[in-house]
Nanobody
Framework: QVQLVESGGALVQPGESLRISCAAS????????IGWFRQVPGKEREGISC????????YYRDFVKDRFTMFRDNGKNTVYLEMNNLKPEDTAVYYC???????????????????WGQGTQVTVSS
């Protein structure tokens, strides 16, 4: 069974950091590019960042660049999103997704992603 499970979402204050996880089962994340997306009420899902299967390519949207970092632990078959200097506008449900298309590169075209997690809530508020 192929599955992605996000975890680690929490309520944090502005300026704090949080690491969320994307644990894969049924496939090997080392062979897939991984993307992170988020969605807030009243808005469409938006891409955040992606990381190629070999970790040699990454892409970050401007609004998270230099604050968010993706990395993977192939031994745990898990991908992480490290979020620093969180802002209230980062509040959203965060989803991870995996694609074998262009796995040595990546983009944030959501239609390319084969597998999606259920999401984890990140709330940034004072």
């Amino acid at each position: 069974q192929v599955q992605l499970v996000e975890s680690g979402g929490a309520l944090v204050q502005p300026g704090e950091s949080l690491r969320i996880s994307c644990a894969a089962s049924g496939f090997t994340v080392a062979y897939y590019a991984i993307g992170w997306f988020r969605q807030v009420p009243g808005k469409e899902r938006e891409g955040i960042s992606c990381l190629s299967s070999d970790n040699h390519y990454s892409y970050y949207r401007d609004f998270v660049k230099d604050r968010f970092t993706m990395f993977r632990d192939n031994g745990k078959n898990t991908v992480y999103l490290e979020m620093n200097n969180l802002k209230p506008e980062d509040t959203a449900v965060y989803y991870c997704a995996a694609t074998s298309i262009a796995a040595m590169s990546c983009d944030l075209g959501s239609g390319q992603y084969d597998y999606w997690g259920q999401g984890t809530q990140v709330t940034v508020s004072s």
